[in-house]
C-alpha cells in the first residue's frame, strides 16, 4: 500500500502563512488530495488532484506539488482553521490516507 | 444541498453482525461511486469499502474482506454496509461518502459510531 507521511503538528499565529507537507512512499501522478477536519465534524474536502479547489473553499487554501510531494498551503492563516489537515491518495490502490497534521494557533 | 446521513451504529458484541445505512440526497445517487470510511478513535482515516454506480463492482481492503459486504439501492437513494464478524478493532466512526479516483472522497456524511465490545 502506499504510504503518506505527514507531520503530526504546526502551531502558527494568525496572519502567518503555513504549508503541510505529505510525502507518498511511491509515486502518485497528482492524484493526491486535501481534507479539513475539525472536532466532532467529518472531513470536508479542500482541493482536489493536488491543486484544484473544491467549491466553496476559500481562496486562502492552495496545494501543489506532483509525483510523490505535496504541500497544502493556507495564507494567510485564520482562527478559523484550527483542526486537523488529512492528505490522501487515488493513483494507487487501496486509497490511502496520511496521519494528519494537527493545525493549531497560538 | 448535498447530505449524506448514516444511521444503523451501537454497541455490539464481538462475533455479531451490524448493518449500516446511509440515505443520500441533493445529489443523483446513481451516478456515483460510494465509499465507507472509518476513524478509529483519535486516529486517522481508513477506507473501508467501495461501490461502483451499478453495484455489479465492489472492492475492500484486506482488514475487512470476507467479512464487511457494502451494496447500494439506487431506486431509494442508499448505501448500506453489512459488517459481520466484528472485532474490537473495528470499533471507529463510519463515514458515507461519495467518490472518485479525480476528486478523491467529495462529500461526507456526519458519521456513525460503532463500538464492538463485550
Known amino acids: 500500500d502506499t504510504v503518506l507521511t505527514q507531520s503530526p503538528a504546526l502551531a502558527v499565529s494568525p496572519g502567518e502563512r503555513v504549508s503541510i507537507s505529505c510525502r507518498a512512499s511511491?509515486?502518485?501522478?497528482?492524484?493526491m488530495h486535501w481534507y479539513q477536519q475539525k472536532p466532532g465534524q467529518q472531513p470536508k474536502l479542500l482541493i482536489y488532484?493536488?491543486?484544484n479547489l473544491a467549491s466553496g473553499v476559500p481562496a486562502r487554501f492552495s496545494g501543489s506539488g506532483s509525483g510523490t510531494d505535496f504541500t497544502l498551503t493556507i495564507d494567510p492563516v485564520e482562527a478559523d482553521d484550527t483542526a486537523t489537515y488529512f492528505c490522501q491518495q487515488s493513483w494507487n490502490d487501496p486509497p490511502t490516507f496520511g496521519g494528519g497534521t494537527k493545525l493549531e494557533l497560538k | 444541498e448535498v447530505q449524506l446521513v448514516e444511521s444503523g451504529g451501537g454497541l455490539v458484541q464481538p462475533g455479531r453482525s451490524l448493518k449500516l445505512s446511509c440515505a443520500a440526497s441533493g445529489f443523483t445517487f446513481s451516478n456515483y461511486y460510494m465509499a465507507w470510511v472509518r476513524q478509529a478513535p483519535k486516529k486517522g482515516l481508513e477506507w473501508v469499502a467501495t461501490i461502483s454506480t451499478s453495484g455489479s463492482r465492489t472492492y475492500y481492503p484486506d482488514s475487512v474482506k470476507g467479512r464487511f459486504t457494502i451494496s447500494r439501492d439506487n431506486a431509494k437513494s442508499s448505501l448500506y454496509l453489512q459488517m459481520n464478524s466484528l472485532k474490537s478493532e473495528d470499533t471507529a466512526t463510519y463515514y458515507c461518502a461519495s467518490r472518485s479516483r479525480e476528486r478523491g472522497f467529495d462529500y461526507w456524511g456526519q458519521g456513525v459510531m460503532v463500538t464492538v465490545s463485550s
Open positions: 511511491e509515486g502518485v501522478n497528482s492524484y
Open positions: 488532484k493536488a491543486s
